[in-house]
């Protein structure tokens, strides 16, 4: 009769790498570890065994001996993800290079919410937290108590002692402004989002300093403020159209106010691009890939963003902290909704 267990797979200890290599236990964790005191040929001999063995280091182990968990919290205000998720996959991508996990929480643009995920994160003993907010507008700290290092992602913090990671909105309708220009665009109108968020003065910003660099004023003066939203950019469309019907571009805030305005203009015969170019801003690719024709729009960076906030927290853990605000570029994606203006058909000369 076969004895139950007798097949099980055995595991490989430290002890069995130890005896390999020929060395004492607290050496061989020592050359695991990359500790200065080992020499070189002992840690070439102590990693060979440990792959000889296929020896994988007990996590739990080693966290417990570093008094840290492995673990950081990402505590989120972003309900449908949009932000939030590019975010995170940054942020993971960061921590799993260094062996590390994140905890995702949803605060729901609640700060009692928010508050009560901070210590539950807090008793899971994560090493760090990761805050992002629902909007780009500064946002108020957590508190400068926390035991743990903490670092903002798209919504900074309004104390200049913390660490913020932040996209570059400015610069952002910088980049597009110039874009359309160098399509040959002179008439450029632009159509923003809620003026209550700051994002949406600094993307007119941006784009005032191309267009006054370039000699050329903003189309009717001014921008035109709404909303976020589809219906908004039908409606300003038609305000533009109405009040500018020589309009060559429309620079939106968002891929969902071009979407609106694609709308309009399409309804008022107007092709895109051929007679009117049509930006819009996020690289929200469920909207700016399925619209007709495909957006050209402004990508945040969200990764990056995420990734360069890990990296930072990570700094902070290991007891290198930073403090103040770090902007991450925005990238300029061109795609069929805007081009250069088609050449001029010679008029046929009169017998």
């Given at each position: 009769m076969q004895e139950i267990g007798s097949n099980a797979r055995k595991v490989t200890t430290l002890s069995d790498v130890a005896k390999l290599a020929g060395v004492s236990i607290a050496t061989a964790s020592k050359a695991l570890n990359g500790r200065a005191q080992v020499k070189a040929e002992t840690r070439?001999?102590?990693?060979?065994?440990?792959?000889?063995?296929?020896?994988?280091?007990?996590?739990?182990?080693?966290?417990?001996?570093?008094?840290?968990?492995?673990?950081?919290?990402?505590?989120?205000?972003?309900?449908?993800?949009?932000?939030?998720?590019?975010t995170l996959m940054g942020a993971e991508d960061a921590a799993g290079t260094g062996n590390m996990s994140v905890f995702l929480c949803d605060a729901r643009g609640d700060s009692?919410?928010?508050?009560?995920?901070?210590?539950?994160?807090?008793?899971?003993?994560?090493?760090?937290?990761?805050?992002?907010?629902?909007?780009?507008?500064?946002?108020?700290?957590?508190?400068?108590?926390?035991?743990?290092?903490?670092?903002?992602?798209?919504?900074?913090?309004?104390?200049?002692?913390?660490?913020s990671i932040v996209s570059d909105n400015v610069g952002g309708g910088r980049l597009v402004a110039e874009h359309l220009l160098?399509?040959?665009?002179?008439?450029?109108?632009?159509?923003?989002?809620?003026?209550?968020?700051?994002?949406?003065?600094?993307?007119?910003?941006?784009?005032?300093?191309?267009?006054?660099?370039?000699?050329?004023g903003m189309l009717g003066g001014q921008a035109l403020y709404g909303s976020w939203s589809e219906e908004w950019g039908r409606t300003a469309a038609g305000i533009?159209?109405?009040?500018?019907?020589?309009?060559?571009?429309?620079?939106?805030?968002?891929?969902?106010?071009?979407?609106?305005?694609?709308?309009?203009?399409?309804?008022?015969?107007?092709?895109?691009?051929?007679?009117?170019a049509v930006s819009g801003y996020d690289n929200w690719e469920l909207l700016a890939l399925n619209a007709?024709?495909?957006?050209?729009?402004?990508?945040?960076?969200?990764?990056?963003?995420?990734r360069r906030a890990a990296a930072r927290l990570f700094e902070a853990i290991d007891g290198s902290p930073v403090s103040g605000t770090e902007t991450i570029p925005a990238r300029l994606v061109p795609r069929g909704s805007t081009g250069p203006r088609p050449a001029a058909q010679p008029t046929a000369a009169h017998p």
């Open positions: 070439e001999r102590v990693v060979s065994a440990a792959e000889q063995l296929n020896f994988s280091p007990n996590v739990l182990a080693q966290h417990l001996l570093s008094g840290r968990s492995g673990t950081v919290g990402l505590v989120t205000h972003d309900l449908d993800g949009r932000f939030s998720i590019p009692l919410r928010e508050q009560f995920h901070v210590q539950a994160l807090l008793g899971r003993r994560v090493d760090g937290l990761i805050v992002v907010g629902a909007r780009p507008d500064p946002r108020p700290p957590l508190g400068r108590t926390l035991p743990i290092p903490v670092v903002y992602a798209y919504a900074p913090s309004t104390d200049p002692r913390d660490m160098a399509c040959g665009r002179t008439r450029i109108a632009v159509v923003m989002g809620d003026p209550g968020y700051g994002a949406a003065h600094d993307r007119v910003a941006g784009a005032v300093q191309a267009l006054d660099a370039a000699g050329i533009v159209l109405a009040q500018h019907p020589d309009v060559d571009a429309v620079l939106c805030g968002s891929d969902q106010i071009a979407r609106g305005v694609l709308d309009t203009l399409r309804e008022a015969g107007r092709r895109v691009p051929d007679d009117i007709r024709p495909q957006l050209t729009s402004v990508d945040m960076e969200l990764e990056t963003l995420g």
